[in-house]
């Protein structure tokens, strides 16, 4: 069974500083997924990684991909208090989506 | 374009009820998806459908939950009796797949999901 890991699973940053999100799983896969949720509020797909090295970049938040180590990092450059959320990453087998647990993500002054 | 659209947005309901949750897939999308979401257990796949035919329904907790698809504009998933362990987030997803084996690098699209409470 695919297990994925993320951690840190709480994380609270300072406006203006560099932080990163690690996502480890258990066996190859067809491609990772970063997903972001707002309270009360659905999932909002962010990154889709699909090969080795690949690296995607939006505003703030940059998502890299490792496949032999399979590793997926997401890096947030001087934070701001919008990107308060709680950051998924999700690792896709055949149609099947296994999620991590999440980490949730407070930005303070 | 319109997203994935789920009612009830929230549902209370005494335990031994039967609920009902509705789902409309984003138009042009073969697959939907329903998930749980819960503090204990974070995203569980429950039901997968591929042009409206189940393939996969492991994730289904137990015979009192069951789901149909219709046709492809259209989702249900239902619990039958509820309970209070049945309180949940449940959302639906969709996307655009190839033939099995062969899959769009399109990201699942979310819901807004339902709110569930069994009292």
């Known amino acids: 069974e695919l297990k994925v890991e993320q951690n840190p699973l709480f994380l609270s940053m300072q406006e203006g500083k560099n932080y990163t999100i690690y996502c480890n799983y258990s066996?190859?896969?067809?491609?990772l997924y970063w997903y972001r949720q707002d309270p009360g509020k659905s999932l909002e797909s962010l990154f889709v990684?699909?090969?080795?090295?690949a690296v995607k970049q939006e505003g703030r938040l940059m998502a890299s991909l490792d496949t032999k180590a399979r590793l997926s990092t997401l890096h947030i450059t001087a934070a701001v208090h919008d990107l308060s959320a709680t950051y998924f990453c999700?690792?896709?087998?055949?149609?099947?989506?296994?999620f991590g647990a999440g980490t949730t993500v407070t930005v303070r002054a | 374009d319109a997203g994935v659209i789920q009612s009830p947005r929230h549902e209370v309901t005494e335990m031994g009820q039967e609920v009902t949750l509705r789902c409309k897939p984003i138009s042009g999308h073969n697959s939907l998806f329903w998930y749980r979401q819960t503090m204990m257990r974070g995203l569980e796949l429950l039901i997968y459908?591929?042009?409206?035919?189940?393939?996969?329904d492991s994730g289904m907790p137990e015979d009192r939950f069951s789901a149909k698809m219709p046709n492809a504009s259209f989702s249900t998933l239902k619990i039958q009796p509820s309970e209070p362990r049945d309180s949940a987030v449940y959302f639906c997803a969709s996307s655009l797949s190839g033939t099995i084996g062969v899959y769009s690098n399109q990201p699942q699209h979310f819901g807004d999901g339902t709110r569930l409470s069994i009292l």
């Open positions: 999700a690792v896709q087998n055949d149609y099947k989506l296994s």
């Open positions: 459908f591929n042009n409206n035919v189940p393939i996969d």
């Open positions: 066996t190859t896969s067809d491609r």
């Open positions: 990684l699909l090969s080795n090295g």
